[in-house]
C-alpha cells in the first residue's frame, strides 16, 4: 500500500467510498475532535 507521500497529488486516496457509509457522521466526529485539539475543551452545542 502506497504512502500518501508516495502518492501523485491528483491521485485518488479511496477507489470508491461506499454509499451506506454516514460521511456527515465521520465529518462530525473528526471536527469535534479536532476542536478538542485545538482548544482543550470539548465543543458546547449552541442549538
Known amino acids: 500500500m502506497?504512502?500518501?507521500r508516495d502518492r501523485h497529488p491528483d491521485e485518488k486516496?479511496?477507489?470508491r467510498i461506499p454509499v451506506r457509509a454516514d460521511i456527515?457522521?465521520?465529518r462530525?466526529?473528526?471536527a469535534k475532535e479536532r476542536y478538542r485539539e485545538l482548544t482543550?475543551?470539548?465543543y458546547e452545542k449552541i442549538f
Open 40 to 42: 482543550g475543551r470539548e
Open 13 to 15: 486516496i479511496f477507489e
Open 24 to 26: 456527515h457522521s465521520y
Open 2 to 4: 502506497k504512502t500518501y
Open 28 to 30: 462530525r466526529k473528526y
